[in-house]
């Protein structure tokens, strides 16, 4: 069973989001009512094709945690780096390796019919809940992604099938080192990926709990040289 972590806190350790270019959006999916930011490149050009990433929030995956993730994780890289890159509220509540996993494939085919996603394949990544939620989609449709990041997050209900799903992919994974029952996990699933000759890339972060503060401010800088380690092929 999926952990399920409580986010409330981090919020008073969230810095401000990057002068430039993210907005607000709203669409509904399924019958669901999905709200999401999409944060551009400083110098975007409608014209032009560039790399994105499906960022999953934390916790509850409100918006509260989407500016959360956004702040900490996304924005500064992403805009200096030129991505895209979309992270969704969880619909109504609703976790997105739960029932609101239901507002896909169809919201991905709207980001590649407003966006010119580079290779139309999207990288796809988060954080705790929304790392959980990043397996959980990818290995649900494959054909969308190039690589998976869980910062921490691993796949839920690995049956085979599942795990077959991500043979394509980079699969990389982050967890604190004091964080010992998602280590345990991670490290256990990582060994089994890499046992079917899988690319998997696990990084314990000295001195970390849950919350992984290597990755946030200039240190998410590792979390987008990992995605262009994977635009350019797993391990190269």
């Known amino acids: 069973m999926p952990k399920v972590f409580p986010f409330a806190l981090i919020l008073l350790l969230a810095g401000h989001a990057a002068a430039g270019k993210v907005f607000d959006k709203d669409t509904n999916i ?10 551009l490149p400083a110098d975007y050009d409608a014209a032009k094709s560039y790399p994105a990433v499906l960022a999953f ?17 996304w924005a500064a890289e992403a805009q200096r780096r030129g991505y895209i890159v979309v992270i969704p509220a969880a619909p109504n509540g609703r976790l997105f390796f739960e029932e609101g996993a239901r507002v896909f494939p169809a919201f991905l085919d709207q980001l590649l019919g407003e966006y010119k996603i580079k290779d139309n394949k999207f990288h796809i990544a988060g954080m705790s809940n929304g790392g959980i939620s990043a397996f959980f989609i990818a290995a649900s449709y494959p054909q969308y992604f190039w690589s998976v990041t869980g910062f921490p997050g691993y796949l839920p209900d690995a049956t085979p099938e599942r795990v077959n799903a991500l043979a394509k992919m980079c699969i990389n994974m982050h967890v604190g080192e004091l964080d010992t029952g998602w280590l345990e996990d991670m490290q256990r699933q990582a060994a089994q990926l ?43």
Not at 30 to 39: E, F, N, R, W
Not at 62 to 72: E, H, K, S, W, Y
């Open 57 to 73: 929030p934390p916790g509850s995956q409100t918006m509260d945690m989407v500016m959360t993730t956004l702040q900490r994780n």
């Open 30 to 39: 399924a019958g669901l009512p999905l709200h999401y930011k999409v944060i």
């Open 194 to 236: 890499r046992a079917k000759g899988y690319t998997v890339q696990l990084t314990v972060e000295k001195g970390q709990s849950h919350v992984i503060g290597t990755l946030s401010g200039e240190g998410a800088a590792r979390l987008f040289q990992e995605i262009e380690q994977a635009s350019r092929g797993c391990g190269k």
